[in-house]
């Protein structure tokens, strides 16, 4: 018996010190990093990641839905101002900036405004048909959760009579690209206020092309480059010239042609989607008489280049077959090695 005392006492001892020598490890485990992004006919707060934990909400005089044990919304909003207005953002000051009562969020960043949001690009909503109105019930900020790597976005429609502004997506969340070489994206937009809890099919029905809105690129959410402009498939052409991350964004009103007389355009909310442009791989010269016979990736590690000497006559001279081998251990010689085995392989 006193053996096993003394196991148990040394176990919980050793339990004891790793809480005390680790306690970062055990904190990060229960953070919640969600990307936020505030756009108000531009982007005021560009895409963020914030971390965020629950009731934090509380701490600074909000309160969130009755019932809700998770990170809403709400807290990842302030989180948000948190991060934007660093120490003038305070219990005390935080009702300059954020007006919320009974599920409505009237002021935001300091303005007086109608807001939406969403989360993913979508409505958050309860997922039950409700056959009064035949869509899904939608959840207010103060209810709806967030989770680990959430993309929320604050959004003020500039349509004030409808609300029909269309929120415009493109169909990959990243791109990886090569400078210089142009690539397709293609963009579509739905009205989230009014469509956005609607079935599954019903959300496919209302998704359109965004024909007529631009798509530029920014690397800092001030300067922005022409990028082009969507056509009415949703495809837009883009060509980026310089290696660097970008964001790709929309921007410009929707364009609806009813008739050949009757046109309208409808404000839309800019969707974004970053781009990785890589350098472009190296021009090679290969001289009369030397032949590249083989390109491959070896098991995804070394790019592997048989180069072999022919004579005058064409006959491959015996002896004269050099191997090269080029490591790909970084996302630039990946690059490069898949242009080299396009070229030559």
């Known amino acids: 018996m006193q053996k096993t005392s003394k196991k148990i006492l040394c176990a919980l001892l050793a339990v004891a010190m790793l809480l005390s020598v680790c306690p970062a490890a055990f904190a990060a485990a229960s953070a919640t990093f969600v990307e936020f992004s505030y756009y108000n006919g531009e982007f005021v707060m560009a895409p963020t990641e914030i971390d965020v934990y629950d009731g934090l909400a509380e701490e600074y005089g909000y309160q969130n839905a009755e019932g809700v044990n998770g990170i809403t919304v709400l807290d990842a909003l302030v989180a948000a101002h948190i991060v934007y207005y660093g120490d003038e953002f305070t219990p005390e000051t935080a009702a300059n900036y954020i007006t919320f009562s009974y599920g409505y969020l009237s002021k935001a960043f300091g303005e007086a405004n109608d807001l939406l949001f969403s989360v993913n690009g979508k409505t958050p909503n309860d997922g039950v048909l409700n056959p009064a109105y035949g869509q899904y019930t939608g959840y207010s900020i103060d209810a709806a959760e967030v989770v680990n790597e959430d993309k929320v976005m604050l959004y003020a429609p500039q349509d004030h009579d409808m609300w029909f502004d269309h929120n415009t997506s493109f169909d990959k969340t990243s791109y990886t690209v090569t400078a210089g070489e142009s690539f397709k994206a293609n963009v579509t937009g739905i009205s989230l206020c009014w469509y956005g809890c609607c079935v599954p099919e019903d959300l496919a029905k209302y998704t359109v ?137």
């Open 209 to 345: 092309p965004m024909e007529g809105v631009k798509v530029q690129y920014t690397e800092d959410f001030e300067t922005y480059k022409d990028a082009g402009t969507i056509d009415a498939e949703g495809n837009v052409e883009i060509t980026i010239d310089t290696e660097g991350d970008y964001y790709l964004v929309t921007s410009g009103p929707y364009t609806v042609q009813y008739d050949e007389d009757d046109t309208e355009e409808i404000p839309t909310v800019s969707g974004y989607a970053k781009v990785t442009v890589a350098p472009k791989g190296p021009n090679f010269f290969i001289p009369k008489g030397i032949t590249a016979s083989l390109m491959s990736v070896d098991d995804y590690q070394a790019l592997v280049i048989e180069i072999t000497l022919k004579d005058l006559f064409g006959n491959a001279k015996k002896d004269k077959v050099n191997l090269i081998n080029i490591p790909v251990n970084n996302p630039v010689m990946e690059a490069i090695a898949g242009i080299i085995v396009k070229m030559f392989g």
